[in-house]
């Protein structure tokens, strides 16, 4: 699995970050997720900053 977080669309609010913060971070007022795949055992909660993010900027494939 791989996230991605678009920056158009993200307003800042770090919840993704502060959910897994192994796999998303702040780079000034806009997430970003790591480069390459997901680690197995944070799947669960990435999907979960996903389905969880206000304006739907992570996605995952």
């Known amino acids: 699995m ?3 977080v678009d920056a158009d669309l993200c307003i800042g609010c770090e919840l993704c970050a ?14 970003e997720a790591i480069s ?10 990435v999907t979960g900053a ?6 739907e900027a992570i996605s995952v494939n």
């Open 36 to 45: 390459g795949d997901v680690p197995a055992d944070l799947e669960e909660e």
């Open 18 to 31: 502060g959910t897994v913060p192994d796999v998303f971070s702040m780079n000034g007022s806009v997430a």
């Open 50 to 55: 996903c389905e969880e993010c206000p304006v």
């Open 2 to 4: 791989k996230a991605s």
